[in-house]
């Protein structure tokens, strides 16, 4: 059986959010427990002109939210991009899994002849929904998701490979 758009596209961000979300409860207990202020972690950068932890995330959730959207035909529900503690950036992604969980798959699976219309900074795009998938959607969704991760990681938090998989999706066992 070929793999649907909805498992190409919104299973994987799925994933990533879940990781994601643990991620940042560990990095809520490691500030906690050396005395951090979150601010400090929240507000890092790998360098002076990438945009913060607290973005990476808002983009991150902005970007599947919008992707999941375009894919099913739906209106992209706007998130105010307020977030200023790990609390909210854990409540921020939960609102983005819910809007995706509530996604019709079947309409997302049927959107491969879909010409997907965005812009960025004010230039239109104009996609086939797998292309936007595969150019768009999931290399600038994982941009930041790794982004995020390499932010803590560069500021001591010790997460590897496995915390940035989450839950890997596996075939039980008979």
Known sequence: M??????ASLAPCLQMLGALSAVLSKAASYAAERGIEPSVLLQSRLYPDMLPLVRQVQIATDG???????????????????????????????????????????????ASERRIE????????????????SGWMLPNFFFHVTTAFDILRHNGLAVGKRDFLGAVPLVASA
């Open 64 to 110: 599947a939210k919008a992707g999941g959207a375009r894919l099913a035909g739906v209106d992209n529900p706007s998130f105010p991009d307020t977030e200023a503690s790990f609390d909210e950036l854990q409540a921020r992604i939960a609102r983005c899994v819910s809007f995706l969980r509530s996604l019709d798959r079947s309409a997302i699976d049927a």
């Open 2 to 7: 070929p793999m649907s758009l909805y498992q």
């Open 118 to 133: 965005f812009s960025v900074a004010k230039q239109a795009m104009v996609m086939m929904a797998p292309e936007y998938i």
